[in-house]
């Protein structure tokens, strides 16, 4: 083409201006891909125009391409280095890549073009929890929320952080903002009742409604005794799973199963939800004292059947149930790796029992091929669909190892030993530190002290373990001669 014939710059504007047009109406219609692809030929005409650039980033983080947005991130930068959004996209991919030095450099550098971004300074917060850099992740959360005091997520977040660090006093108001979340499983308005504000009332009749996952609602039920003591009846309504677990444990209430919409007729004359108990019955450290150190109830009969036919498998060798993964992928860094379990399993003297929820035969083969070891697993439970039944088999075993999940808080509940198994960053209600944790009595915790990294983990699991083995040998070995004597 000659240069008689080349399109004058005015024209070449034009063109990028229509691309650009284009894209913009691709992505309002929710057309991303058509729009990074408009963008992109927009680019090949303006390639030094930042704007073009981020556009195609955001849309690509928005399609979940990581690389391609994180580099259009990177040009947005080097083209325009005060561009604080960028900065901002780039911290936020760094932080998912679970890099958060990196993370925490750009949006400290995005905060220092922008100081007033409340989402800069709220995903500073977290990159600082996460490095358990616990003060300063405090004072940017704080200072997140100042700016933005109607976002009840960075709310939310600081109180769990606050609560995980035992100041309950900051944490239980921010914590009960979660029922105003837009990802919350139940609305506050459910029930035309007033809201309990927690002072004693003998005469009243309290409807308690479980607003969180099943794990919390057997955490929270220890709270039911206190509770019963200040009001004049108490009625839950929980997950279905959970209605005859609580009805025998708490004969004093009533217990109805949760529905939507919720059941009518229920009596009484004001509602809580669960969750905001934890800010009236446990407004400080020294209020834990009143923790039971059980407070579920085992069916005893189907109990005591699992029992002997366990202790009939283990040839009179203590049983300990495990449970290593989660099925949810959004908390498998929580998740044991098999292989990490060998020593646990070749711990001499002790048999193992499946308390895995979900499909575990794969599982048990690997765990197999790796230790040598053949795990028990009892397909007459459903530790998912049958809690009430699993709840006999965690009362039939005689030692619980677990990951964090709702495994352990039901088996406390049952008053069993428990260890947990703790990734790096755990949720709120294990603390930050430490063997034991004040919810649950009869708890120890191992921590992970680098992300990813189990064996030391589980080789501190092993050694204890094998010193409970053999006190649980020697204490057999006295209780048959105190029968034979």
Not at 66 to 81: H, I, K
Not at 142 to 166: I, Q, R
Request: aromatic share 8%.
């Amino acid at each position: 083409m000659s240069k008689a014939n080349l399109p004058t710059q005015a024209r070449v504007n034009a063109i990028a201006r229509g691309l650009r047009g284009r894209a913009l109406d691709a992505r309002t219609a929710g057309n991303l891909t058509a729009a990074v692809d408009l963008v992109r030929h927009s680019q090949l005409l303006h390639p030094d125009e930042p704007l073009l650039t981020f556009f195609e980033g955001h849309c690509s983080f928005t399609l979940e391409r990581g690389p391609a947005a994180r580099s259009a991130f990177r040009r947005t930068v080097s083209l325009q280095p005060s561009h604080a959004s960028a900065w901002r996209y780039l911290g936020i991919q760094a932080f998912t890549a679970l890099d958060g030095a990196a993370a925490e450099a750009a949006w400290r550098r995005s905060l220092m073009l922008d100081p007033g971004d409340p989402a800069a300074l709220y995903n500073l917060f977290q990159a600082r929890r996460q490095r358990g850099q616990w003060d300063q992740a405090i004072r940017a959360g704080v200072w997140s929320s100042v700016l933005k005091p109607e976002d009840d997520t960075g709310a939310f977040d600081l109180g769990m952080l606050y609560l995980a660090l035992g100041r309950w006093a900051d944490g239980w108001p921010l914590y009960d903002r979660r029922i105003r979340l837009s990802s919350a499983r139940l609305r506050p308005d459910r029930f035309a009742l007033p809201h309990w504000d927690g002072h004693p009332n003998p005469a009243l009749r309290l409807l308690v409604w479980c607003d969180q996952n099943v794990g919390d609602e057997m955490q929270f039920a220890q709270l039911i005794p206190d509770l019963c003591q200040r009001v004049g009846h108490v009625t839950v309504e929980c997950d279905a799973r959970l209605v005859p677990v609580f009805a025998r444990s708490f004969p004093s209430i009533s217990v109805i199963a949760r529905s939507e919409p919720p059941a009518s007729g229920t009596a009484a004359d004001a509602q809580i939800p669960q969750g905001h108990l934890g800010r009236i019955l446990r407004p400080a450290s020294d209020s834990f004292a009143a923790t039971p150190r059980k407070w579920l109830t085992a069916d005893a009969g189907t109990a005591d059947r699992l029992r002997r036919r366990y202790r009939d498998w283990a040839k009179g060798a203590p049983v300990v149930g495990i449970a290593w993964k989660s099925a949810n992928q959004v908390f498998r860094g929580k998740n044991v790796p098999l292989e990490d379990w060998v020593p646990v399993l070749r711990v001499p003297g002790v048999r193992f029992l499946s308390l895995q929820y979900g499909e575990v035969a794969d599982d048990l083969a690997t765990l197999r091929d790796l230790s040598g070891v053949t795990v028990l697993h009892d397909p007459a439970i459903s530790a998912l669909h049958d809690l009430d039944g699993f709840g006999a088999q965690l009362d039939a075993v005689d030692l619980v190892i677990s990951i964090s999940n709702s495994t352990i808080h039901q088996a406390c509940g049952l008053g069993r030993p428990v260890w947990a198994m703790l990734h790096l960053r755990p949720d709120w209600r294990w603390g930050v530190e430490g063997e034991t944790c004040p919810w649950f009595p009869t708890l120890r915790l191992y921590r992970q002290t680098t992300r990813f990294e189990w064996t030391p983990v589980a080789s501190a699991v092993a050694a204890d373990l094998s010193h409970w083995a053999a006190a649980q040998h020697v204490a057999a070995e006295r209780l048959a001669r105190d029968e034979r004597a």
